[in-house]
Each structure stands twice: as C-alpha cells, then as structure tokens.
C-alpha cells in the first residue's frame, strides 16, 4: 500500500500545491537569471505525483528565494502512471535536478539515473543531522549507497498530530450525529449505521446519496485490496502482515479476514450503498464525488482527500466532513490504524546524474532545512502570517486564520510547494512550536468549528485522533512496505502478477451476485495460486524482516 507518499505510511502530509512547468535539464540550469539584480541559481524538480499549479509571486516562494539564491521550477505527474513517466524520461535519458520517482523509484535506480550521496552527507550539516544514525537505514540493501534522502515522517522534538493522516474507515460527522454519536467499532456496526443514514436521506443537496466510496484508481488501489490487515489487528506494513514470533511475513490475500471483509463488501454493493462508478472513477472524480458532501463514508488514507475536505469547509459544509474508525471484524480485535512516525528507506528526493551542480542541489536542501527557513516554508512571515507572544509562542488572529482555510490564498501565499523537500514534522528546532501550524495546540483549539467541538465533546474527546487507539512501538522492521522491490527480482514479478490479479479479481468478487460469491473467491485465490510464486514473494520478505532486525533492533 502507499504510505506518505510514494509508498509512505503515513506519514502527515500537506495538500500538494504546486507549479507546473516544463522540465529543464540541469546543463542549462547553470545558466542563472537575474532577479532584482540578484543572480539566481536555477534547478529544476519532478515530483511523481499529481500537484496544482502555484503562480510564479508566490510570496513565501519568493522569500526563500530570496535567502538562498536558488529558484526551482517543479513539474508534477499529469496523465500518466508514475511508473510510465519515469520510463519515458529514463528512456530519454535526460532527466530534472531533483526527483521522487514514486512507484518508480526502483526504476530509476535500475537505470543508474541517481546520484549516490554517500560521499556528500557529512559536508553539510543539516543534512548530515537530519536522518543522524537513520542514515544507515538509507543505505541500498543491494550495493550500499544512498540514493535518496526521505522527506517524510522525521519527528523533531515530539509528535504534534492532531488529525489523522494514515488509513482508516472514514465516516461523516453528520452521520455520527444523526446516529446519537455510536461507540462503532466493527464492520458490522459500520454499514449499519451508513445503510439506516442513507435511507432516512436518500439524496443530499438535491443529489443521490452515496453510502461508500473506494479509491480504486492507479497506485492508489491499496484502499481496495489492503483493508483486510487491518481489520485482522495488524499496522500498516503495506506489502505483507508479519507474525512478531517467527518472524515470517505472510500474504495477506489469502487469510481469512480477506474474505469476510470482501464478502460483506460484496453484500453492500448490492444493497447499493457502494457507488456503481467506485471500480471506473479516477482520482479527480473520486475526490470530486467527496467534495459534494453526498458521500457518508469511505477506507482511505486521509492524506489523499485533504483537497476534498478543504472544499466541504470552504463550502461551509463542516457536518460533512470525516471522522476515522478503528474498524475490526470483531470488537475482541485491537485496531493499529497509528503509528508511530516511519522513514521511507526506499525512497525520497534524489539527485540525478543530469545534474551539473550535485553540491549546489544538495546545499539549496541544507539551507531549506535551516530552523528559520523551516518556520517560513510552514508558518510563513511574522506579523504577515503570525505572531509571537511575549513567552516565544507562535499565534495567528482571526484573519491568519481564515487565510490558512482557502485554498487559494494558500495557494498563493505559503511555502507548500516545497512539501516534497526533505522537512522536519513535529516541533521547532527551539522546542516552543509545533512545526505545522495545525497541529499547535492553543491554534488548534482555535480553530475547530462548532461542528467539531460537538463532535469531540459527545465522545468525550480532545482531538480527533484520539478516536483511534494509541499508536504502538514500531516493531524494529516496520514497515515492510518500504523493502527494496528491484526490477525483475522474483519477488517483484510475483508483486506485480499478485497486483494485476488482485486489480482484476477484486471488483469482479465485489459484484458478482452473493450467491456465487464463494464460488467467485475460490476462483480468485486458485488464480493467485497459480499465477503468482507466492513462496518467493514471502521469502523475499521475511529474509528482510530479519535483516532489519539484525541491524536495526
């Protein structure tokens, strides 16, 4: 499954606000334009995932510009899978200074298209003391150097989060409230509650409602295939669940709790709470179809319809916006929806091999990750963006407020852009703040709606994380997700073959009448059987289980 991005647990992600612009190789970048008779150096960045187009005065842009004398241009995945693009430019061979390949990160350490860093990190310090001992984690488990530099999921000081950004089944508020705020805690429990909302409020706005949505497009099928883990206790390891006593990692297509999830989804869908267009929908239909506010409930990761409830807020539609469940298939089963924060080991922002300037890259990222460069790329500029107290505490007024809840003044006016540069999460360098101006506490409070607070208070809670149980320590090998998949290794051809079968199986399970369902998953698990070398795939996972737990542990 995706975790933060690329295949990023969860990792706290901002809505990605972006430019869109044509790629530049790094010759030409040399090549530095003047700005208010300052000289600029000049790179160029590809990010595989989608992004909005940020206009060239973006303020805080500009002030970083200013202090760094570097201008990046960043073009962003459009129409195309992370993996096609990343082949196009590998089989062009010219290639933007920075790069997060994504899904295709493998690819293009395959091709020999990036920079190793190994020889770079100690000449600049704040890169050097950003991953500190983490760096070995980086390393490539198959020749030893690192290629990327993670920017997601490093905690400075203490974790801050206050809204939940992994996975989860979400539902909305209003059906909470409309339900006398239910304890809901399995999957049972969950359509219930969806099914009677539906049918009291079969349109809303004036159009159909729509009991459940799943995110089934491109990379982002893992809300289809990966609830099971899930609702069997396990954390979000992505690729495999991993029993803690052997140390053995394990499909989990093939457990029981895949089939009872997909059984009663099967069910849903010909109650007609599930959406008819959920298997065809892409993901601007998908978030789209959120943005209306029709949609009670969803399985995703909340980082992916951020931008849909920025819209139902904007549209003063609060009510509609998403509460996370901890759902199992039973309440004797503990969910692990939380985690503690993770570091992608296989993958990041990386430099390529059409750089000219490797030194000039990486110093544009040490100075980005310099403490007052930081506080401007999040809370932007004192006395414009917030204020401090006499104590040292960051604040805003009514009207910073209001400004952080429109997309486009965000758009406009912050450092976002910049998200998928390396960054610290948790607090400030000095200790006082939290680094994302959400999740400080006194702001935080400030700024929930009334919707929220009644929310919060008829469960008895402070913040809407806690409707999740606390998360756990990481075990030493967590997750398994970010295994290195290289390109034609056996267990990558068996990834890909499971991938393809389960894309093809899954919704034909979902909508086959109930009455041949078991038919239909005995049919899906004996194509996995025998399509996919399974064994290899497991193999590969636990050697890696364990190797982790040899040097990590």
Request: hydrophobic share 35%; glycine share 8%.
């Amino acid at each position: 499954m995706k975790k933060s991005l690329g295949r990023t647990t969860t990792l706290f992600i901002l809505t990605c606000l972006v430019f869109t612009v044509v790629l530049a190789g790094c010759g030409s970048n040399l090549q530095s334009k003047t700005k208010d008779g300052k000289e600029l150096k000049e790179f160029s960045a590809f990010f595989a995932v989608p992004g909005k187009l940020a206009p060239e005065d973006n303020r805080i842009l500009k002030a970083i510009e200013e202090k760094t004398g570097v201008s990046v241009t960043m073009d962003w995945l459009t129409g195309q899978t992370a993996k096609e693009r990343i082949g196009v430019l590998i089989a062009g061979g010219e290639y933007p200074d920075f790069i997060d390949g994504s899904d295709g990160t493998q690819q293009l350490v395959a091709a020999g298209a990036l920079v190793p860093l190994d020889d770079y990190i100690d000449k600049y310090p704040n890169i050097k003391n950003y991953l500190g001992s983490d760096w070995k984690k980086m390393k490539n488990s198959k020749d030893g150097h690192i290629y990327f530099i993670p920017q997601f999921g490093n905690i400075q000081g203490k974790q801050m989060n206050v809204t939940h950004n992994g996975e989860a089944f979400w539902i909305q508020k209003a059906v909470l409230e409309w339900g006398g705020y239910p304890t809901i805690k399995t999957l049972d429990q969950y359509f219930d509650l969806i099914e009677r909302y539906k049918a009291a409020h079969p349109t809303i706005d004036g159009q159909p409602t729509i009991g459940f949505e799943i995110i089934s497009y491109d990379w982002r099928y893992f809300a289809l295939e990966n609830p099971p883990l899930f609702l069997a206790g396990y954390p979000n390891e992505g690729a495999a669940i991993v029993d803690k006593k052997t140390l053995t990692a394990l499909n989990y297509n093939t457990i029981p709790e895949a089939k009872a999830y997909f059984k009663k989804i099967n069910e849903v869908y010909h109650k007609g709470l599930v959406d008819k267009e959920t298997f065809t929908a892409n993901y601007d239909q998908y978030i789209s179809k959120l943005s209306t506010g029709r949609v009670l409930g969803m399985v995703d990761q909340g980082w992916q319809f951020l931008d849909a409830e920025a819209s139902l807020v904007k549209q003063k539609l609060s009510e509609r916006t998403y509460v996370p469940l901890s759902i199992t298939l039973s309440e004797e089963v503990k969910g692990r929806y939380q985690h503690n924060p993770i570091l992608n080991v296989n993958g990041g922002l990386a430099i390529t091999k059409s750089c000219d300037d490797v030194e000039g890259a990486l110093q544009y990222i040490n100075d980005l990750l310099d403490p007052e460069i930081e506080i401007l790329r999040t809370w932007g500029q004192e006395g414009i963006d917030y204020q401090v107290d006499k104590n040292g505490v960051f604040y805003r007024n009514e009207e910073q407020r209001a400004n952080a809840k429109d997309p486009d003044w965000v758009l406009a006016n912050t450092g976002s852009p910049l998200v998928y540069f390396p960054h610290h999460e948790g607090m400030t360098a000095k200790g006082k703040n939290a680094m994302d101006p959400k999740e400080q506490p006194d702001e935080y409070i400030a700024t929930l709606n009334e919707i929220d607070k009644k929310v919060l208070k008829a469960y008895g809670y402070k913040k809407f994380t806690d409707f999740l149980e606390p998360a756990e320590e990481n075990e030493p090998w967590f997750p398994i997700y970010t295994y290195n998949f290289a390109p034609n290794a056996p267990e990558t051809i068996a990834k890909q073959k499971m991938d393809d079968v389960k894309r093809k199986w899954l919704p034909k399970v979902i909508m086959t009448p109930p009455s041949e369902f078991d038919k239909a998953w005995e049919e899906y698990q004996s194509t996995l059987k025998q399509n996919v070398d399974i064994k290899a795939y497991e193999d590969a996972l636990t050697k890696e289980v364990r190797r982790r737990v040899d040097l990590w542990g």
